[in-house]
């Protein structure tokens, strides 16, 4: 949309109107709803200096730790969203284009907070129930797999 946006103001005159709330609208919504599927799948953003160079017994409970720590976190940021989003349904904010109540983009943020902590939660679970170490709900740890078993797809980041 943006792209398009670009080129239309490039070769034609003046730009889209609405493109910037629908581009705000699909940034919105991918950020906040993709937090549980890259905690799922482990591939959330992660600084893993100090947790790639200590003992086993030590990533396991930072295993543990993190997602803990992070879904509370999460969990705190859904209900500071949320009232957000009430105060503003209260107000009654529309977009200035599309005329579309802001707060109905603004549902996607205590939505993907929310299920991010879920995601957070079910990656402690895992990690309690299982002797090995996830870094995601269907990610075995990466220190754990034998580099002989590693494929190439697993190394890859899309």
Known sequence: MICMNVISRQFFGPS????SEVAKF???ISTFMGISYAARKGRHISMSAIYDTVPWRIRKAM?????LVTALILFALTYVSFEYVVNEYERGTTTAYLGMPTYIM????PLGFFMGGIQFVRNLIVNIVNKEVYIGTDALDYNDIKPEDRHIDDQMQV
């Open 16 to 19: 889209i109107g609405f493109h």
């Open 63 to 67: 295993a543990i730790l993190i997602p």
């Open 26 to 28: 699909a940034v919105v």
């Open 106 to 109: 603004y549902l996607f943020i």
